[in-house]
């Protein structure tokens, strides 16, 4: 079975004060021998440095739990001069990743190449837009955070769905689903990216799981990327007040 599990031991990491009672729960409920590091995107204040966030996460950790060593870190763009051989001590980043957010492509998985850190991507499946279920008619829970995302409003939802009409397509052609279309193509770009797609339902968390079993050839992954780069996605990944929290 190929990979499409997160690792264990996941350490949910925020900026601000609330950083550190989620990370003692985290290890509280995690193995002893638990000493994967993952460090999450930042989507709460921008201040804290990395330094800062990486110090408070290993003075979080328990004895037997850490074998890092936390130095003068910089932000991780910037953190090439660390090298394998003088290790960071994070073991993988989680970020989001997919067909439908490939901004990462540009330096952070050229980063964590060089530095033997794997990838956690998480909405793997555009928050669900990938799956093919959703159209510019589909209603969401008043509580669902899709309904303030720029992305989801019923005009951008119904501009997106030309490459999620390519994407059932193409699936349909490999006898498979859209949304494992989009798995397979992230498990395709790199053997130390491991894919979180959540899910609710259980036979969603089937079809996931299949997704490791679908092969994708190299013309298939010329195929899919000719297919995105000619569809412009069209509204904002987060709103704006969110956005500005991501530090970018």
């Not at 959703?134 to 309904?147: A, K, P």
Request: charged share 25%; glycine share 6%.
């Amino acid at each position: 079975m190929r990979r499409l599990l997160p690792p264990t031991g996941v350490v949910k990491e925020e900026a601000g004060e609330r950083g550190t009672p989620i990370l003692e729960n985290t290890h509280q409920s995690a193995a002893p021998d638990v000493q994967r590091h993952v460090l999450l995107e930042r989507k709460a204040s921008p201040t804290p440095s990395m330094a800062a966030r990486i110090e408070r996460f290993m003075s979080s950790t328990s004895s037997g739990r850490s074998t890092a060593t936390v130095r003068d870190f910089s932000p991780l763009s910037n953190s090439h001069r660390y090298t394998p051989a003088d290790p960071c001590g994070v073991t993988a980043l989680q970020s989001e990743y997919s067909l439908w957010w490939r901004e990462p492509e540009a330096e952070v998985l050229p980063t964590l190449e060089e530095l033997g850190i794997g990838l956690v991507p998480f909405s793997p499946l555009g928050k669900g837009f990938l799956t093919g279920k959703i159209d510019e008619n589909t209603t969401f829970d008043s509580s669902d955070f899709r309904n303030v995302v720029p992305r989801f409003t019923p005009e951008n939802r119904k501009a997106n769905l030309a490459f999620v009409d390519w994407l059932t397509t193409f699936a349909a052609r490999k006898k498979t689903t859209p949304a494992q279309i989009a798995l397979a193509w992230l498990l395709a770009q790199k053997p130390w990216i491991v894919p979180i797609p959540g899910t609710t339902k259980r036979h969603r968390l089937e079809e996931n799981i299949a997704a490791a079993a679908v092969e994708l050839t190299a013309d298939d992954l010329r195929e899919i990327d000719r297919a995105a780069a000619q569809i412009t996605v069209q509204g904002a990944r987060y709103p704006e007040h969110l956005q500005r929290m991501t530090g970018r």
